[in-house]
């Protein structure tokens, strides 16, 4: 129903336009039946008219005057009673229009037409983005710049407003809704094809548990990034795989576990999620003792990794309590890691590394400077829950920071803007440190220190050259896509990553015949990305690339035939 | 029984019964229809249209429907009515006029008493 705020203004004022009519009929009525008397001293009557003109200008208070002749004492009784009965009439009637405008429902609908129709009106791919926050405001960000629309929800008008003062690359719609309702998700378009994800990082993570399972009932293909740091509800959803999870903890232990396996892996994800280029010494972390500061969520997620690896370490919680056998063995201390002679007690000189993980940052840039006193050389990582503070996290000189909501983003925007190399990302995390070492070797050497990554659709839209050839049956190998134009025998400085075809993934694919619909990651440089564009968009520059001569121009070669036909019917 | 009902009944059915009260006799005989009738004939059509807003069922929209059609009607006649009147046009064609768009306005009238009455057999309670 597209007139609801239509209906809601009749409905309220239903009671005000009964008193209206009714008051003015009566006063008409009156005003016709009294005889009154003309300048000649005759008895008249009113015409029903008169006294539509009389009664309407008096109730609206504008006062015109007696007409159309003076009244006679029997008229003004009747017109005194008159005026009170429809000047109030009149103002009830407008002091209810006025606030069935400015009600709240009304408003409300009124919005939300205004939403669902830029909804619709959308055309390309969209994503749904639950809440105004810090973090989603740099995801709507980078989400733009990758070209895809947003969609944005929250249940705060003042988020809303402060949201709608930001300059944003596109047009936002927005909503003031509760984003758990079915009704709202309707809304924002989830049920339409080109949306492509849910962003719901809500901070109560039953929240993200509940618009998980909502969307996967009510559109599976929309791919749902819920935050869960609560290891029940993470499991139930991996288990149920409706979403994809980001926990950042679990994210940073993954991070410390790929640090001790093979270092050369985090300078790679780190070029890829765009913080460094290549060049970058590879971080090995310390070999020793470990004193890691918070035993919470992220303090667990640590030590399963640091007893894979049997890292001495020991916790520092002030407020929670670990297993006896723990304490018992000296691996959990409760103390408050802030204060200086319990650092000393622990051993923080003979430390080699220090992890700060409470979840307050004031907390943990006091216990990094503490423990840069005791012991300048060791080794700090240390946790950022937000952003705010980020020019005093740099200050203080810390080896590796984790700052929480920088993985939201990163996570979040990569998954949806970027699903291949998200997908690289992943399948090189899972690679020994001697195939990344030499990984890292190759792209520099081929293509460059810091190499662009971009992804190239064999579809005809964006690689027409190569679509229409191998619509045709031709077969081409993705090298062709890798020679120089200026020689054919030389190669451009570009390296294929990854090949995605119908939930397969090769991983760089050499001498692979090339099928339309693939989707290919390529590390280069800018002037070689131009170059395999060139060659997958341009037929000549195809064949020259494939067989090393030139292509004849078989426009012009009609056209001369089209000549020479034509001259011999002449 | 429901007081809501009597009075929403009532006024659907005034609403005809004046207006045939109007329209009864030979069209080209003034003295045969009351100005008065025409008034209060406008007057409850316009308070059953307000009775018969916030019904949204399909039934309810076309009552409304049948009662817009009858009060447009009316409120052209009277403005016939009105302009011939101050013009001074004294045309048996302007007053056949008023009096077949009041027959208009019944039609519609009738249509919605018969709605009405359909819907209160429908009904179970």
Known sequence: MNNNALWIILQKLRTPLLVIIVTYSVAMLGMVLIPGMDDKGNVYHLSFFDAFYFVSYMASTIGFGESPYAFTYEQKLWVSFCIYITVVGWFYGLGALVSAVTDKTLKFEVMRNRFRKNVQAIEDDFVIVLGYTHVNAEIIKKLHTANIEVVLIDDDEDKINFFMLEEMKHDVPVMVGNALLTETLHDAGILRSNCKGIIALFDNEEHNFRISILTKFLNPNVKVIAKSTNDEISKSILDTDIAKVINPFEVFAKRVDVALRSPHTLVLENWIYGNSDLSEKPLYLPAGKYLICGYGRFGKALQTKFNKYGIEHVFIDAKRLAHHTMIEDGSFIRANPDDKDILLDVGIKESAGLIVGTNNDIDNLSIVITAKKLNPDIYIIARENTMQEVSVFQAANIDWLFVIEQIYINKASMALANPLKHRFLKLILRQKENWTKSLINLLKNQVDVNPLLKRIDVKENTTYALYHELLKGEEIEIDVLLCSLENREKRNHALPLLLYRDGEEILLPININLQVGDKILFACTKESLEEIELIASNIYELHYAKYGKEKENPILRRFFSLAYKNKGIK | ?125
């Open chain 2, 1 to 125: 029984m429901n007081l809501d009902k009597v009075i929403s009944g009532f006024f659907f059915i005034l609403a005809m019964t004046i207006n045939f009260g109007f329209f009864y006799g030979d069209i080209d005989n003034p003295e045969l229809h009351s100005v008065y009738e025409l008034f209060m004939a406008l007057v409850v059509s316009l308070i059953s249209t307000i009775l018969k807003i916030g019904d949204k069922t399909q039934l309810g929209a076309v009552l409304l429907a049948t009662s817009l059609v009858a009060d447009i009607q009316l409120i052209a006649a009277v403005t016939v009515w009105t302009v011939t009147e101050y013009l001074s046009i004294v045309d048996v064609e302007a007053f056949a006029a008023i009096i077949s768009l009041s027959g208009g306005a019944l039609l519609a009238n009738i249509t919605s008493v018969i709605l009405y009455i359909g819907e209160t057999l429908k009904s179970k309670r």
